[in-house]
């Protein structure tokens, strides 16, 4: 039996910091307070104006690399789960191979917005277990949103930032990967999003282009993942035939703080069996993930050998994914 073990974690943050004071001076409002409150957010990251999203993610994958000894060399498969592209097409994770180093990776991308990085780890870990080709698959969470921000916008411009975080995942004769549940709701497609680009309003042509900005276009109704998350995570440890209890560290969506109380609570878990970065990072999408893995074993806080860790993640769409792993 082959199993998909996560060996490694990487992440990379942009230097420049935008705090909620920076953001009450843009906006002409007072929101910190309620930000603190209300989302848990103090401070966010920007890229710089000559990076793009490709740069984040060769950051955090080289960081995740490094902790594992391994060279671009070592990678059979590279995965950016992003919807926030270099490009339209080509995919990002083929500059991302270039830019890394990485020529004996395939490449593709996944875009199921903020819910994509761990789509893509669930289908690293079945590329892993059934195909004798592919020892080492890097996947990683990068996110450039703030390159379609209007900082005028106070429902985008308080939540969104940058960031990319990383796992290098191997095959291995042990669990490792568990199993993955995805569900998705298509009447939410319209709701919030980046909506330019594709065939439906394509861009480019004669003229200058007008900056396109990521819209809230409808309210999604605000338990929507107090409903989705305890859901998910009970289909998936039923999945696995495992108890709920069972759970020992589980990262969410760095979407609100409130929201993840409600849940952990819902689900008879508790704070310190998760880790939270929104508070210094903002909100990363398809990064945050990854990125809070990386933070918490950084800090020591990270999963221990034997412990069943799971994954749950949601985006725009909507689609919703959870997975689990036992951490060798």
């Not at 793009?52 to 902790?67: E, F, G, H, Q």
């Not at 083929?94 to 289908?123: E, M, R």
């Not at 990386?294 to 050998?305: E, F, N, R, T, Y």
Request: aromatic share 10%; charged share 20%; with cysteine.
């Amino acid at each position: 039996m082959r199993y998909a073990q996560i060996i490694s974690t990487g992440a990379y943050v942009p230097e420049r910091v935008m705090t909620n004071a920076e953001l009450e001076h843009l906006l002409g409002e007072q929101v910190g307070e309620w930000l603190v409150a209300n989302v848990g957010i103090r401070e966010r990251r920007i890229m710089a104006d000559d990076q793009v999203t490709s740069d984040l993610a060769v950051n955090a994958a080289r960081a995740a690399l490094d902790k594992a000894g391994l060279t671009p060399a070592d990678i059979d498969l590279l995965i950016v789960a992003t919807d926030t592209p270099d490009y339209l097409s080509p995919g990002t994770s083929s500059v991302v191979q270039y830019k890394l180093g990485a020529q004996q990776a395939g490449t593709f991308d996944v875009n199921c917005a903020c819910a994509a990085w761990v789509t893509g780890l669930d289908i690293a870990a079945k590329y892993l277990a059934t195909d004798t080709a592919y020892t080492h698959i890097l996947v990683i969470g990068a996110y450039g949103m703030t390159r379609y921000v209007d900082w005028t916008d106070k429902r985008t411009a308080t939540l969104f930032a940058d960031g990319a975080g990383a796992v290098l995942l191997r095959a291995g004769d042990k669990p490792g990967y568990l199993g993955a549940k995805l569900i998705a709701d298509g009447s939410f497609h319209d709701y919030m999003g980046v909506f330019t680009g594709g065939t439906l309003q394509p861009t480019g042509g004669a003229g200058e282009t007008p900056r396109q900005f990521v819209k809230f276009q409808k309210r999604f109704p605000p338990d929507t993942n107090n409903k989705a998350w305890p859901q998910l995570v009970r289909d998936l440890m039923a999945k696995i035939n495992r108890p709920v209890s069972d759970i020992d560290k589980i990262y969410f969506t760095q979407l609100n703080l409130n929201t993840i109380r409600f849940v952990l609570n819902d689900l008879g878990l508790t704070l310190d069996q998760t880790h939270n970065i929104m508070d210094k990072w903002g909100y990363t999408g398809s990064a945050c993930m990854p990125m809070a893995l990386d933070d918490a074993i950084h800090q020591g806080k990270g999963p221990l050998s034997g412990e069943l860790v799971v994954f749950v993640g949601s985006g725009g769409g909507a689609a919703f994914g959870a997975a689990a792993f036992e951490w060798v």
